[in-house]
């Protein structure tokens, strides 16, 4: 069985720039989770999705973060523009309904420049 | 609000030391605990969950509603064990779905 996979593994941009990460979750699993780690601090929820439906956007930080999950199946989380302290590890993560454990993709490395 | 607090930043031991990575919680709620794990160049993972009381690669933890603790333990240290260490907690979220909440992690390092 595949992974939560991601991409881009590393993206480096300009700030004022767009990016756009992708996740895939495990194949049936109805949750989708992004978390987001700054250098030197914890790993920090940033929204849920269940199927295609947003039930938790309340770690969002602003509104230059978007998050999509049309057909619910993969997630985008867009941002837009990119300030200096959007740099980061951006995790997803996917689960079953109805249980706590969750499987974390490899992450999206991203750096504004 | 759920919070997990780990106070060490970075733990140190020699090969075949016993090690205690330490996790304090608070949750007005009934807890789920989880310790997870980030091997160099891997993927975060789950370690061990209080739930199923199991004991993984030599590594077991005790949930202490008393202490409101759930510290990781090893009684002896291997160097293939260094990695950091985060402890989770599980809030129930609504309609089936949960939410973690992360401790902000324990870099273990396990010196030969």
């Known amino acids: 069985e595949a992974g939560v996979t991601q991409f881009p593994s590393h993206s480096v941009i300009e700030k004022g720039q767009t990016v756009t990460l992708r996740c895939d979750p495990i194949?049936?699993?109805?949750?989708l989770y992004w978390y987001r780690r700054v250098m030197g601090k914890e790993i920090k929820f940033l929204l849920h999705?269940?199927?295609?439906?947003?039930?938790?956007e309340s770690g969002m930080p602003n509104n230059r973060f978007l998050a999509e999950r049309t057909g619910g199946t993969y997630s985008t989380l867009k941002v837009q523009p990119a300030e200096l302290e959007d740099s980061g590890v951006y995790f997803c993560?996917?689960?079953?309904?109805?249980?706590?454990?969750?499987?974390f993709g490899e992450g999206s490395r991203l750096t504004v420049l | 609000a759920q919070r997990v607090t780990q106070p060490e930043k970075l733990l140190s031991v020699f090969k075949g030391a016993p090690v205690e990575l330490k996790c304090n919680y608070s949750?007005?709620?009934?807890?789920?605990l989880f310790w997870y794990v980030q091997y160099s160049r891997q993927r975060l993972q789950l370690l061990l969950r209080?739930?199923s009381r199991e004991s993984i690669k030599g590594f077991t933890a005790d949930l202490n509603k008393g202490e409101t603790s759930f510290h990781l333990k090893k009684p002896f240290a291997q160097e293939e064990d260094s990695a950091m260490y985060y402890c989770?907690?599980?809030?129930?979220?609504?309609?089936?779905?949960?939410?973690?909440?992360f401790g902000k992690g324990t870099k273990l390092s396990v010196i030969p």
């Open positions: 993560a996917s689960s079953h309904v109805g249980t706590g454990e969750l499987f």
């Open positions: 194949s049936g699993h109805d949750n």
């Open positions: 999705f269940v199927k295609e439906s947003k039930q938790d």
């Open positions: 949750y007005s709620g009934s807890p789920e």
């Open positions: 209080h739930i």
């Open positions: 989770a907690l599980s809030a129930y979220s609504g309609a089936g779905s949960y939410q973690l909440t």
